[in-house]
């Protein structure tokens, strides 16, 4: 198996190396490492790489990040095992990652031991989640009340989009945009447009904006 460490810092590379090798057992030849999205996209989809385990950061230079990068990798290997090791404290976003396809989500602020029960777990084919995050409480956020379309509309109000553009990227008019949105405001009871990305950056859902 290839192990593959999706890391831009050499320092988190060399502890993330030390780990497999010290406390896995990985072979160290076995370990290969990466410090940008696209080029990670790129060594995925070469042929050896069917079942490899991926230990990812999210937000390496490159196009994508987050989610998008997620996405983009399983489309490219969906036989990935994927744990991520990541800045990002979200559990909206680990919530999103999991049912996705990702084995694990572990925050960098958490204990080694953590990252090591998350390593396990993801070769083993089970799932793990950081016990530092509630995604329980997550699911229970007044977002999930929003119907898909009122996420919709509400995503692309916080990238900046007219109603009138919003309308035409989702077929509809520019009325039904405007009651998606007064009632997406009036179930996360804002009280403004503008109060919006706020909330998206406050409930750590503001990876939604990057596709």
């Known amino acids: 198996m290839k192990y593959v460490l999706a890391e831009d810092f050499p320092s988190v590379v060399f502890f993330l190396k030390h780990l497999l090798v010290e406390r896995i057992g990985v072979d160290p030849r076995d370990v290969e490492s990466v410090g940008n999205s696209d080029d990670l996209l790129t060594l995925v989809g070469k042929e050896g790489y069917k079942n490899a385990f991926l230990l990812l950061d999210l937000s390496m230079p490159g196009r994508y990040r987050r989610l998008v990068l997620v996405k983009e990798l399983l489309r490219r290997n969906n036989s990935l095992k994927i ?16 049912l996705h396809g990702v084995a694990a989500y572990v925050t960098k602020g958490s204990a080694p031991d953590v990252l090591i029960n998350a390593v396990r777990a993801g070769l083993s084919g089970e799932k793990f989640t950081d016990p530092s995050l509630n995604l329980v409480a997550a699911a229970l956020a007044d977002w ?6 009122e996420m919709e509309v509400t995503i692309a109000i916080c990238k900046q989009l007219s109603n009138k553009a919003i309308a035409k990227l989702h077929g509809v008019g520019p009325k039904t945009v405007s009651a998606h949105k007064r009632s997406a405001m009036s179930k996360l009871t804002i009280s403004r447009e503008t ?3 706020a909330y998206l950056y406050e409930q750590g859902l503001d990876y939604l904006l990057d596709e």
């Open 83 to 98: 744990v991520v090791y990541t800045a990002y404290n979200s559990a909206h976003l680990a919530k999103d990652l999991l």
């Open 144 to 149: 999930y009340e929003l119907t898909p379309s």
């Open 195 to 197: 109060h919006l990305t």
